[in-house]
């Protein structure tokens, strides 16, 4: 354990950024399954808008830091894949 004041400190920040970051990937994730799940079932019209909320996820993410720009493009253009090939 740290004993210097400001090492405690930025103990606690960084734990508390983790935990905070944390939450925020897993409801990214969250989002991907529930469009995945959509796209498995082969529900066209839930998938469509839950890609609405998957990419919008994915943008708040690279915008908090949480993943690169690039990551995010290339999920979202995987993602919208699934579902040209859903309604093919």
């Not at 935990?19 to 994730?29: P, T």
Request: aromatic residues 2%; without cysteine.
């Amino acid at each position: 354990m740290a004993n210097i004041k400001s090492a405690i400190k930025r103990a606690k920040t960084n734990e508390a950024r983790r935990a905070h970051n944390a939450a925020q990937k897993s409801a990214m994730r969250t989002t991907l399954k529930k469009f995945l799940v959509a796209v498995d079932q082969q529900d066209k019209e839930r998938a469509s808008e839950l890609l609405k909320e998957a990419t919008r996820s994915l943008d708040k993410a690279v915008t908090k830091g949480l993943i690169h720009k690039n990551a995010a493009a290339r999920k979202k253009s995987r993602l919208v894949k699934k579902l040209n090939a859903l309604n093919a």
